[in-house]
């Protein structure tokens, strides 16, 4: 499918993280260092149940 890449989520500056995705060799993730952070946090905050949406390794890609 095809997957439309904004400027804030990934671009063709060398710095950030390779898309591992085949044809986006030329593009980079990137995020701010604390962003990770709050995006589990707010789910704590948000459900009880936070877990199965950051620990649940059958659903779940990390990519380094």
Same mark, same amino acid.
Do not use: C, L, Y
């Given at each position: 499918?095809? @997957?439309t890449c904004p400027k804030y989520l990934c671009c063709t500056d060398r710095w950030g993280t390779p898309?591992?995705?085949p044809g986006y060799e030329d593009k980079v993730f990137y995020v701010w260092f604390d962003a990770p952070i709050g995006y589990i946090? @707010?789910?704590a905050n948000y459900t009880e149940e936070w877990e199965? *949406? *950051?620990c649940n390794p059958d659903q779940v890609e990390l990519v380094q």
């Open positions: 499918p095809s @997957i898309v591992p995705r946090s @707010i789910t199965q *949406w *950051w």
